[in-house]
């Protein structure tokens, strides 16, 4: 059974369009994140949420938007997708918003044409 | 402004060849530091946490060392299956974003047979 899991694992689209990933996660963990990983692998957190609540928004385009309905998912919509969004997504959880122990899932990789 | 930095940035060694991995860091306030396994095509997955100088972690045939500047990740004996690559992150005790994770960039680590 998988801890945290996002759909889908691959995402190739056009610019322009708007695209969601999603994510769950079945730990019973208090706080998700979503990362950005680009081509020199270099892993950055975008967004942060505690039990459904934004406490971390690095600066990021508001072209991103997380949405949390419950604190077992965090979903992420992407408005008028650019090249430069191409990359691989990461959702992680952790068991409380100070721990750096982190679980992650297997990645989205976006692709924009 | 709070800085990780990993290298060799690529590392080859002979399967039994020992080695070592550097992560050097500049934060104000380090909570901790973390360090994960990142296989291809899959998310990065947490090996140590190190608190305070001097810590020393060890798990099969990985041990992670903290002094006040860097952490080590030494490798002993290496097998091929602990070909990845291998990151560093730091959790800074600033006030905003306490549970932020910076990332390094990552050592790749391949183990020929």
């Known amino acids: 059974d998988t801890a945290v899991s996002q759909t889908p694992k691959y995402l190739v689209t056009q610019m322009g369009n708007d695209k969601s990933i999603k994510c769950e996660q079945n730990?019973?963990?208090?706080?998700m994140y979503w990362y950005k990983q680009d081509s020199k692998k270099f892993l950055k957190i975008m967004f942060s949420?505690?039990?459904?609540?934004?406490?971390i928004n690095e600066t990021v385009p508001n072209r991103f938007s997380p949405k949390s309905p419950d604190k077992a998912h965090l979903n992420l919509h992407i408005n008028s997708l650019e090249l430069g969004d191409s990359a691989v997504y990461f959702c992680?959880?952790?068991?409380?918003?100070?721990?750096?122990?982190?679980?992650f899932g297997a990645g989205t990789r976006l692709s924009v044409l | 402004e709070d800085q990780v930095t990993q290298s060799p940035e690529a590392l080859r060694l002979q399967e039994g060849e020992s080695s070592s991995l550097n992560c050097s860091y500049t934060?104000?306030?380090?909570?901790?530091l973390f360090w994960y396994r990142q296989d291809p095509g899959k998310g990065p997955e947490f090996l140590f946490t190190?608190?305070?100088a001097g810590e020393e972690k060890e798990k099969e045939r990985l041990k992670a060392t903290l002094t006040k500047k860097e952490s080590f990740l030494h490798i002993t004996a290496p097998k091929p299956e602990d070909s990845a690559t291998y990151l560093c992150?730091?959790?800074?005790?600033?006030?905003?974003?306490?549970?932020?994770?910076?990332f390094g960039t990552g050592t790749r680590l391949t183990v020929i047979p």
């Open positions: 992680a959880s952790s068991q409380t918003a100070l721990s750096g122990i982190q679980y």
């Open positions: 730990l019973g963990h208090d706080t």
């Open positions: 949420y505690n039990n459904k609540e934004l406490i």
């Open positions: 934060v104000s306030g380090l909570r901790g």
């Open positions: 190190l608190y305070s």
């Open positions: 992150a730091v959790q800074a005790s600033s006030a905003a974003g306490a549970n932020n994770l910076f």
